[in-house]
């Protein structure tokens, strides 16, 4: 994913062959596994960021810009752009005499940018935000960094049996404390996912300025209708994601969301969780009880203290509420998150009644 070739040819002079591509060796099937999988499963992962309702904020149009839904035409394209670049990875001498194969690369630049540009719009909304950057940016600074000083590091001071004892070392802990174990695996994944678009423009620019180096011709008609027929579809796909992003948006509701855990919880047995059922303006019904108030009111006191905190608050409890909220089916279970949210009710109510002394006799659910 550098631009820099993984082991550049020692003699530029010799007869170009398939040897010559940037990407060689065990390189070639570390880029076919992150061309092929990391994508699909960053389209995947993008579900979980779905605006819950019509926020208007700039961060629910990218999103729904992303879903598959939205990106059909789009996907034709990357698959064409991936689908050549696994061919230069079989077999570059061969592949790479053919313009379709070479003008797939150069597309496939075109489409990184842009999701990279997607990206970058939708996680970096403050200057804090940029730190995202140092993994972005990683396949470029650490192969340096490992010339410049890390190998030599590793050579004179690790050794394999201390990579050993490590790796026990995190079985036996990840037996102990579980969920907690997966998470520095979680937080890689994360970043590489985060990272996919931009690594994915690198591997495509250092195979499109190799490719227009050394194999490029003239151009002529037939590839003129070539690169027509792509632009037009390009064109489409774009047309078709924007329309299909504000049909998607005008099915969200118009209300905020509720806490997914709290909703959840109060679908329990009504004599333990207090809940009953409330109709609301739209003309939906839900089950409400005293604690999805208190953290409603909750949120809505730190929406209007500090909206900033809210707002990042928010997107991390969008991202982990609603998955546990979807494994809350049964009563027993609602009984249990209503119980385990207790502790966080009581904490809750008791802010609030310093703040609002007649807290318990409003309502947000009537």
Not at 45 to 58: F, H, I, N, T, Y
Not at 159 to 176: G, N
Not at 231 to 240: D, G, L, Q, T
Not at 343 to 358: D, N
């Amino acid at each position: 994913m550098t631009l820099e070739s993984p082991n550049p040819p020692s003699d530029m002079s010799e007869p170009i062959d398939s040897s010559d591509f940037p990407v060689r060796g065990w390189w070639k099937i570390f880029y076919a596994a992150f061309l092929l999988v990391i994508p699909a499963f960053s389209f995947w992962a993008v579900q979980a960021l779905k605006p819950e309702w019509q926020s208007g904020d700039r961060e629910a149009y990218l999103t729904l810009l992303l879903q598959a839904e939205a990106l059909v035409i789009f996907l034709f394209l990357l698959a064409y752009s991936i689908l050549c670049y696994t061919l230069l990875l079989l077999n570059a001498d061969r592949y790479a005499k053919f313009f379709a194969v070479r003008f797939g690369i150069y597309t496939g630049v075109l489409l990184a940018l842009q999701y990279t540009i997607l990206l970058g719009m939708y996680l970096f909304t403050n200057a804090r935000s940029l730190a995202i950057l140092l993994v972005w940016f990683f396949p470029l600074y650490f192969p340096r960094l490992y010339r410049l000083g890390i190998a030599q590091w590793i050579k004179r001071f690790i050794r394999p049996w201390m990579i050993a004892v490590m790796l026990i070392a995190y079985i036996v802990i990840a037996y102990f404390i579980q969920e907690q174990a997966i998470l520095p695996v979680f937080l890689a994944l994360l970043g590489i996912i985060a990272s996919a678009p931009f690594w994915s423009l690198l591997i495509a620019i250092q195979a499109s300025v190799w490719l227009f180096k050394y194999h490029e011709a003239n151009f002529n008609l037939p590839r003129g209708l070539g690169v027509t027929a792509w632009v037009a579809a390009y064109i489409a796909a774009w047309r078709y994601d924007i329309l299909k992003m504000y049909e998607m948006y005008a099915e969200l509701p118009l209300v905020p969301p509720n806490c997914y855990i709290a909703t959840a919880a109060a679908r329990g047995h009504r004599r333990l969780v207090g809940s009953r059922t409330v109709h609301l303006a739209s003309g939906q019904s839900m089950r409400v009880n005293r604690q999805l108030q208190i953290f409603k009111f909750t949120e809505l006191a730190l929406l209007a203290v500090s909206p900033g905190f809210h707002k990042v608050m928010r997107r991390m409890y969008d991202s982990m509420g609603r998955p546990l909220a979807r494994t809350i089916r049964h009563p027993l279970l609602a009984d249990a998150a209503y119980l385990l949210l207790k502790p966080f009710e009581w904490v809750a109510g008791y802010i609030l009644k310093r703040l609002i002394p007649e807290i318990d006799s409003i309502s947000i659910y009537n």
